[in-house]
């Protein structure tokens, strides 16, 4: 059973059994017919890390992130440009892939797919693991003088894996290869890991609040949030230590 089957079947449970007022929905799709199923049974969800057109969703700009994270390295000089993600059936994964391409078209660099590690279904969760960072990295490894000299890396725990696959095979971060990853965790500070900061516990407390205000309202107009990222540059990168916005 996948991630998705499984917030399917916890979603089929908390409706069976009525033991909720409300349902706080992090980084996990949701399809159209459970919505219309939670709509009519008034119980309210508010998705984080997620979108849905009929449910308050509060979410990041992750094209725009993953454009910038991947400008930034091309400012660097590079051009052989890798990316690590998760699995496309998340929507984050999905739109970083999308402004990481966008970010090399723009700049006139031709998207390989030999760069491009895709976490498979093998690998528990949805990809967002060290596991997958590790492996991804291993096979981008595996291309011998052609590896990448940069990777862009869809979340920092993925990050924290490849960063260990690197120093495994006896190289150097960033001097032959750069990383920068995604959302800013307390463990990308210890990496010293150049990061794109989401801004986790603004939109946490957001949808906390939402919840509890929808809870006592259920008709209020649907909310849909979006923060904005912005490049927190450490030394992985291989840039000075500054941000940039």
């Known amino acids: ?17 009525r033991r909720v007022d409300g349902v706080l929905l992090i980084s996990l799709q949701i399809s159209d017919i459970k919505v219309k199923k939670f709509r009519n049974a008034n119980v309210p969800i508010v998705l984080v890390d997620g979108f849905h057109p009929q449910l308050d969703s509060i979410t990041v700009e992750n094209q725009e992130g993953a454009y910038i994270a991947t400008e930034h390295l091309i400012r660097q000089g590079h051009k052989k440009i890798a990316m690590i993600d998760a699995q496309l059936k998340s929507i984050p994964a999905k739109d970083r892939l999308f402004g990481y391409k966008k970010a090399l078209k723009d700049a006139r660099i031709i998207f390989q797919d030999k760069y491009l590690f895709i976490s498979n279904l093998a690998i528990e969760k949805d990809g967002f693991n060290c596991e997958a960072g590790y492996e991804g990295m291993k096979r981008l490894l595996e291309l011998g003088e052609d590896r990448p000299t940069a990777v862009f890396v869809s979340s920092d725990i993925q990050a924290a894996g ?12 960033p001097d032959d290869i750069a990383i920068v990853g995604f959302d800013d965790i307390e463990l990308a500070e210890y990496l010293d890991l150049s990061t794109m900061h989401q801004p986790l516990f603004e939109m946490g407390r957001l949808a906390v609040r939402r919840l509890i205000d929808r809870m006592a309202d259920k008709k209020l107009d649907v909310l849909q949030k979006q923060f904005s990222t912005h490049i927190v540059v450490r030394s992985s990168c291989g840039a000075s230590a500054r941000r940039i916005a």
């Open 162 to 173: 490849a960063i260990k696959a690197i120093k495994e095979h006896g190289l150097r971060i």
């Open 1 to 17: 059973m996948d991630e998705f089957d499984k917030t399917e079947e916890f979603l089929r449970k908390t409706l069976r059994e």
